[in-house]
């Protein structure tokens, strides 16, 4: 009964944007930390963004800072993460997740053991 669901990845070209969106079932999500990670082949899950319980502070890893935005709707019961300036290294598999501690989020927050809750991802290609 405790589900997150992603949906939005897709096929654009290389400065293209898309829109992922992680809808939770069961529990609610704007009362956890919840990440986003990716996963290329061949590489380890990476976490690349967080954001803190509520209307909280939004944490990105170096590589997307400045192209991709973080955000919540708590009555959808989602969060959402908008890719921007999208390059082809940013090909990957992406993962939400959300986190039963409050504040793992607070101070780095982009570490997969700290997460309980993961949607099954969606794939993000980029490529001309």
């Known amino acids: 009964q405790l589900q997150l669901v992603e949906s939005g990845g897709g096929l654009v070209q290389p400065g293209g944007s898309l829109r992922l969106s992680c809808v939770a079932s069961g529990f609610t999500l704007q009362n956890l930390p919840v990440g986003w990670f990716r996963q290329a082949p061949g590489k380890e899950r990476e976490g690349i963004s967080c954001i803190t319980k509520g209307d909280g502070r939004a944490t990105y890893t170096e590589s997307v800072n400045g192209r991709f935005t973080i955000s919540r709707d708590g009555a959808k019961n989602a969060v959402y993460l908008q890719l921007d300036s999208l390059k082809p290294e940013d090909t990957a598999v992406y993962y939400c997740?959300?986190?039963?501690?409050?504040?793992?989020?607070?101070?780095?927050?982009?570490?997969?053991?700290?997460?309980?809750?993961w949607g099954q991802g969606t794939q993000v290609t980029v490529s001309s």
């Open positions: 997740a959300a986190a039963q501690n409050p504040y793992v989020c607070v101070d780095y927050g982009l570490e997969s053991q700290d997460y309980t809750y």
